[in-house]
């Protein structure tokens, strides 16, 4: 900074000392004259004359001392942002596009790497992967493991260095002073910890003999122990009330461990008894192993797929309703990243055509002030400016506008990450982990950078170097290179901007038509609250029920609750307690599967699921009465058709378990269970006195808005059992509408880009249309003047507009057809050439772009004839 | 073509300039007019294009500078040959004759 100072400095003394130079030369020349005879006046002018142009002397001399390339880079920087300053709406809306395209565009990138692509915080992460059970038979793509699978793969494999089994469905009443709160708990066996590498930072891990006996043991993560503990060291050793089970707590996890995802924060250990490793059942555990070094993910799948099916064939009886099983091995980055990969990919390829677009945007601008000053530039290229000066200028003036964008870019992407937080979909695994990942930022700036100095250089020296001649001759109607370059980034622009708004627009009628689905019971006027029964409190079933019932009994006798029930798992709370059941009479059709629910008598009504057949429960279905369920009308139609099902028995039926045989007293009305878009199995009903469980769902359907009833449902819990925790306690709206969240979310994000590409098209269109209206002023006039109707002159513009219309939807139309297979999975109702899209998206361009071409159409016709012709 | 013409006008006004201060310092007003009396008013040196091949010729290391007072007490830079100045004004004069030779070989009739 001084050194330039200093430079400064010398040159101006530089140049004032040849300003005396030039100021003695004219004095000796004076002086000579006036020897010569002349006036001392006429010998100062002569020698004036003489001199010529003191100013261009001095200038030229200045010229001579040799810029360092900092020195001129940062002078044309200064010029550019000066210039860049003049036209600050121009200025704005280049780096308007380009801040919104990078920022965007960086923020998915980051999303994209940190949910999908970053390692796992594990010890050598790329070594764990998840082993899914493939069962032909059933339905499901992939299961996950037995506990008996698990054990015949840990003494067969030479692959692995371990298996590690968890179960991740527990959730726990704690009760440790204070107010009762849910814990969502995970089971894990004892090698589960050494296959993560990882190790309690206080106390220690489950011995494998502890699990064998089901001790009273519990790990807690790290931010329950901040919250609820204080951070207490002395709390390993403490027992904590669980469910109202004394637990003993031996250690506290890292920080940062969210194992198997974010909301687990205590482990216990995997008891497993020997009659469910006999029956070779339950396939309800994530088998997680790490391979050994040098091991290949193939050759691991091929070994433990040999296993697998020798296992299998041992066990014909489980063949009958599995299939032979075999093996699936996926990387857990995989398996954890699952449920964000899709909705994902599809907004990371949107943010791209955003992208795209905000570059061309800039680009079209960029062209448009190139063209512009096609003349200065022809002219100063033939009076002999050096082409490097002229890139160098040009490159000056582009980069206080890269160093907004960037600035701009850089600031938005922060406040992007802030928003996300609360935008994201909550069942987003790794969320928690979501922030700017920086090589993406810097990526995106390098790409943008490059786009703009390539749109913005090229046409400067195209148009420089072409139209030396014509630009000089005058006539700037021959300056036509730039805009037929525009033209094509125009067409490129609206196709991009079509293709995204199509897709958004399937987006959008999917979800509506998904909101639209009946599911089969009522979504408005219905809280649900759940919970989890302390079975140290309600010892046997007996007991538990009855507590139910009580509770249903509180609550049913709040006003405005007009019924109220239990059931173990609300509809569109994922695929959980399901199996197959076979029907007495109908042996020969095998097992099918259905969900397994346990539900008071209430539930049905309180949830709005008709009863169509026979009864309900009742007070007499006790749990030492007749065993009796309810089938849903879909799985009474597909087993007995018009036959009364009522009367019939079925039993679950599982490999070698099998259930009590169960009479069939009632057929109610089939629900979508997995969620509004999928109906893949019916549903079974078994009293909760003959079936109890311990999680459960309070089902109400209230007079008015459901949430006003929430207090003082939790009030009548709490009068029952002031232990009893309650956990996401909504309406069965809001709850239908989180299962929907993910998509929600994705047709939300595409809506805004959708909309945010049409204003930049829109803008870059206005521009183009204005700056061919100013370039055909000449021929608008003589046209006027010859008798042409003013609508007549607006015509042509819209005729121009028009044809980059036509041109980018035609476009668009074929890239979106290419483009919309990822969509596949999200769509609803809907194809992909749906019609009502396929008409409505073209016209909203449409307009959009009518709405464009305005302003210069009109401003057009204005063309005052005798003004047009003059000018040039 | 016209950044060819420049530089041949160039060269041979830096020759001229280097010619003319071989004997001894002068400042641009007598430098111009020396080149003007020796050609006998056939080069009329533009002190236009005098000043900026000057200052060239110094930055480049061939002359030196300074000020100093003319015979009629008025204040003037005084330009002199640098030792390379000297060594370019022999390399100069020599690719000059040889330039001069060869083309009048060629321009000659046939012998």
């Known amino acids: ?872 | 073509m016209s950044e060819e013409k420049l530089e041949l006008l160039q060269g041979t006004l830096d020759l001229l300039i280097l010619r003319t201060l071989q004997w001894g310092p002068q400042h641009g007003h007598g430098i111009a007019q020396s080149i003007r009396a020796r050609s006998e008013e056939l080069l009329q040196v533009e002190s236009g294009s005098l000043y900026p091949a000057l200052h060239r010729l110094r930055r480049d290391g061939l002359l030196q500078s300074e000020w100093g007072t003319t015979d009629n007490n008025q204040r003037a830079k005084f330009y002199s040959l640098t030792k390379a100045g000297k060594l370019r004004l022999a390399a100069e004069e020599s690719k000059w004759k040889l330039f001069v030779k060869t083309v009048g070989r060629v321009l000659r009739p046939q012998e």
């Not at chain 1, 582009?398 to 992007?416: E, K, T």
């Not at chain 1, 629910?597 to 009465?625: K, M, Q, V």
């Not at chain 1, 049409?758 to 046209?783: H, K, N, P």
């Not at chain 1, 596949?824 to 396929?838: A, H, I, K, Y």
């Open chain 1, 1 to 872: 900074m001084a050194m330039w100072k200093r430079w400064t400095r010398k040159r101006q003394e530089d140049d004032d000392d040849v300003a005396d130079e030039l100021r003695s030369h004219l004095s000796i020349q004076a002086a000579e004259q006036s020897a010569r005879g002349a006036g001392a006046q006429e010998a100062a002018a002569h020698a004036r004359r003489e001199l010529g142009n003191t100013t261009r002397i001095r200038e030229e001399i200045y010229e001579q001392a040799r810029w360092t390339p900092l020195e001129s880079f940062v002078a044309d920087v200064r010029f550019g942002a000066r210039l860049a300053l003049k036209t600050p709406v121009w200025s704005a809306a280049v780096i308007g596009s380009l801040t919104f395209g990078i920022a965007l565009a960086t923020k998915a990138f980051s999303l994209f790497y940190s949910l999908l692509l970053k390692p796992l915080p594990y010890r050598e992460p790329e070594e764990l992967v998840t082993i899914w059970t493939l069962a032909p038979k059933t339905n499901y793509p992939r299961l996950n493991a037995s506990p008996a699978n698990w054990r015949d793969w840990r003494e067969s494999n030479r692959v692995f260095t371990d298996i590690g089994i968890v179960k991740s469905s527990y959730n726990y009443n704690l009760a440790a002073g204070g107010e009762p709160e849910r814990i969502r708990g995970a089971r894990i066996s004892a090698n589960m910890l050494s296959v993560l590498r990882v190790r309690p930072f206080l106390g220690r891990a489950f011995t494998p003999a502890e699990v064998d006996r089901d001790a009273p043991l519990a790990l807690i993560g790290f931010g329950l122990w901040t919250r609820r503990f204080g951070s207490d060291p002395s709390v390993v050793g403490r027992k904590i009330d669980l469910n109202g089970r004394p637990v003993e707590v031996i250690g506290i996890m890292p920080e940062g461990f969210a194992f198997p995802s974010r909301d687990f924060e205590l482990w216990a250990p995997a008891y497993i008894e020997p009659a469910v490793f006999e029956a070779r059942v339950d396939n309800d555990y994530q088998a997680i192993a790490r391979l050994k070094p040098g091991i290949t993910m193939a050759r691991a799948q091929s070994e433990l797929s040999v296993i697998t099916r020798r296992i299998s064939a041992a066990h014909p009886a489980l063949e009958i309703w599995l299939g032979r099983q075999d093996v699936l091995i996926e990387p857990l980055l995989a398996t954890t990243s699952e449920e964000a990969r899709r909705p994902l990919t599809v907004v990371l390829m949107s943010v791209m055509a955003l992208l795209a677009i905000a570059c061309l945007n800039a680009g079209v601008l960029l062209s448009l002030r190139a063209s512009s000053r096609a003349r200065e530039l022809a002219l100063r290229s033939a009076l002999g400016a050096r082409t490097g000066r002229l890139v160098s200028q040009l490159f000056g003036e582009i980069v206080p506008l890269a160093f907004a964008a960037s600035l701009g870019a850089v600031l938005l992407s922060f406040l992007l990450v802030r928003l996300a937080a609360s935008y994201l979909p909550i069942n987003f695994p790794r969320i928690e982990q979501v922030g700017v990942h920086e090589p993406v930022l810097l990526f995106s700036l390098a790409v943008c950078l490059s786009v703009l100095l390539l749109v913005g250089l090229v046409p400067g020296m195209q148009i420089a170097r072409q139209n030396q001649s014509a630009a000089l001759g005058g006539n700037s109607r021959s300056v036509t290179g730039g805009s037929r370059m525009r033209r094509v980034l125009m067409v490129a622009q609206v196709a991009l901007s079509l293709t995204l708004l199509l897709a958004d627009g399937l987006l959008l009628r999917s979800l509506a038509n998904l909101f639209e689905v009946h599911p089969g019971f009522s979504t408005e006027k219905v809280l649900t609250a759940h919970f989890v029964v302390s079975r140290a409190r309600y010892k046997d079933d007996a007991q538990a029920s009855a507590y139910l019932d009580s509770l249903v009994r509180r609550v049913r006798n709040i006003p405005g609750v007009t019924a109220a029930g239990i059931v173990n798992r609300l509809p569109f709370s994922g695929t959980a307690q399901t199996g197959p059941i076979e029907f007495a009479s109908r042996a020969e059709a095998g097992p099918i599967d259905t969900d397994w629910r346990s539900a008071t008598p209430g539930y049905f009504e309180a949830i709005g699921i008709p009863l169509l057949r026979g009864r309900l429960f009742n007070a007499n279905d006790t749990g030492t009465s007749l065993r009796c369920g309810l089938i849903d009308e879909q799985l009474a139609l597909r087993m007995f058709g018009s036959v009364d099902a009522v009367g019939q028995r079925f039993r679950m039926a599982a490999g070698s378990f099998h259930g009590e045989w169960t009479t069939v007293v009632g057929i109610v009305g089939h629900i979508h269970n997995d969620g509004p878009g999928a109906d893949p199995r019916p549903q079974i009903y078994l009293p909760e006195t003959q079936r109890m469980q311990d999680r459960a769902a309070l089902v109400l359907s209230t007079s008015g808005e459901p949430m006003t009833f929430a207090n003082r449902v939790k009030q009548a819990i709490y009068e029952e059992n002031p232990g009893q925790a309650l956990y996401d306690v909504k309406s069965m709206r809001q709850w239908l509408k989180d299962n929907l969240q993910s998509r929600s979310t994705v047709s939300f994000l595409l809506g805004v880009f959708a909309c945010g590409s049409l204003a930049l098209a829109c803008l870059g269109l206005y521009a183009v249309l204005a700056d061919s209206a100013r370039q055909r002023t000449r021929e608008f006039g003589i046209r006027l003047a010859l008798g042409a109707t003013q609508s007549r002159i607006a015509s042509l513009l819209l005729r121009e507009a028009g044809t980059i219309l036509l041109a980018g939807s035609v476009a668009g139309l074929a890239l979106a057809s290419l483009s919309v297979r990822p969509l596949r999975s999200f769509l609803f109702g809907v194809t992909e050439f749906d019609g009502v899209t396929l008409l409505t998206v073209p016209l909203i361009l449409a307009v959009t772009a009518l709405a464009a071409a305005f302003k210069p159409a009109l401003s057009a016709a204005r063309t005052d004839p005798s003004e047009a012709l003059r000018t040039e």
